[in-house]
């Protein structure tokens, strides 16, 4: 990921420089070059600053040649500063070019210090690869980028930035987590590499197999079973408010670090997909790692169900029943409906824990959930008005897209067993709905809860505006604008 710098003023011999342009403004740039060369060049991309819209050229000043980047930045709301500085880094990354100056002097007007941070925030999340176990990659495709440079920022920079790296460091820990193959990754090392957070002021307690035992959860440990990987519930306390809300909101995450379906085991075409089915501890752990960074004043909770779902010799069977920790049978019908099962008891433990009001869990919960929204829309199932109108806000407002599907007994009664409280696979219709009844079986009353199916989400085949293709670090950015609009009053 590059790296973000301030200047007071254009370094000399600066030979990549780049300029914000908003709808129609280019007016109201003064352009460098020889008269009309740059607004001719514009006119000819059929330029007009929309936002992440670019026009790359190269001038001649005073015998030195350099490189010049319009950026379009649209209506410079946050959501287009930031497409503009993710087209710039999109643009530059792996283009030779090792520094862009944001020459930001040149504007009649200066954008407002948060606007800066997001168009930052933009470059580098776009900026961001997991090139680790790339050794032999051309020169030419390696990423040449290393910094960008503001030059003449607003002042309040230095808060407004510090808010956003700490967003940015989130969303980029989650997306490697969600990157790293599962041999690297098992809940063991997911949890290693969370242990940082502790430097940020997060307090990290773990419990093995042992003391999971001991607290009877029966339905992860089920899942686990069949795996030489021990399983780990991970959870992670920030309190900004030091001690002053005595109740945390929670955070719960879906952390199967390898998903082969177990004994009901997968079809091996795309299999290695299953790598990401810790996608929703992943976006937990960011988070966390976020609004710690920031100092958000608010108390929160993550916990993640970290197993890894394998059909060794003592993996669990179709037809076993297990005892979840709320002391709720389950019959396993299937053990590739393997997340409910995970997330059932350390929902149960969480609530027990901590009595929280609000309960969110994230997870790559079913396959049914992409063939509903495809991969635009997480779904959001929720037994609450107020707190799924909140979550779908703040996931607009930061372009982690919620869409809200009914809950209801009618779907509940599907997932009845003739033999046990519950079996864990409802019919194939509706099988992201039934997969929500099943958790909401173990939502303590008077709990608000909901639940993000994130399955479409947290991998993406093709680049979109603020990542490459691979992982997407969705719903780090939603949980931390959903904590700052509702819980740092
Ligand atoms: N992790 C999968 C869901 C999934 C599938 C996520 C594809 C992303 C892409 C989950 O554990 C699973 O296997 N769900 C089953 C449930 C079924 C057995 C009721 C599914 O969706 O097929
Ligand atoms: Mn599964
Ligand atoms: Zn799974």
Partial sequence: MISLRFSATLPQGADCLAIPVAKDGLALVTLPGAPGLVQAAAKAARFDGAAGSVVDLHLAEAGQVFRLVLVGTGTERADDMEKAGAALSARLLTSGETAVHLDLTRLAQRPSAHQVARLAAGALLRSWRHDVYRTRLAEAKKPSLADLVVVGAPEGIEAAWAEQAAIVEGVALTRTLVAEPANILYPESFVARCQKLKDLGVEIEVLGEAEMRAAGMGALLGVAQGSIREPKLLVMRWDGTKGAVEKPVVFVGKGVTFDTGGISLKPPGGMEDMKWDMGGAGAVAGAMMALAGR????????ICGLVENMPDGGAQRPGDVVTSMSGQTIEVINTDAEGRLVLCDAMTWVQKRFKPEIMVDLATLTGAMIISLGHEYGGLFSNNDDL??????????????????PIGPAYDKLIDSPIADMKNV????????????????????????????????????????????????????????????????
């Avoid at 100092?295 to 993550?302: I, L, M, P, S």
């Fill in 295 to 302: 100092k958000a004043k608010a108390h929160v909770v993550g």
């Fill in 426 to 489: 409802g019919p194939r219709e509706g099988g992201s709905i039934t997969a929500a009844q099943f958790l909401q079986r173990f939502v303590d009353e008077g709990v608000k809860w909901a639940h993000l199916d994130i399955a479409g989400m947290v991998w993406a085949a093709k680049p979109g505006t603020l990542w490459d293709k691979g992982a997407t670090g969705f719903g780090v950015r939603l949980l931390d604008r959903f904590v700052a609009d509702n819980f740092e009053g």
């Fill in 388 to 405: 799924a109108a909140q979550l779908t806000a703040a996931g607009k407002s930061v372009g982690d897209n919620l869409w809200r599907f």
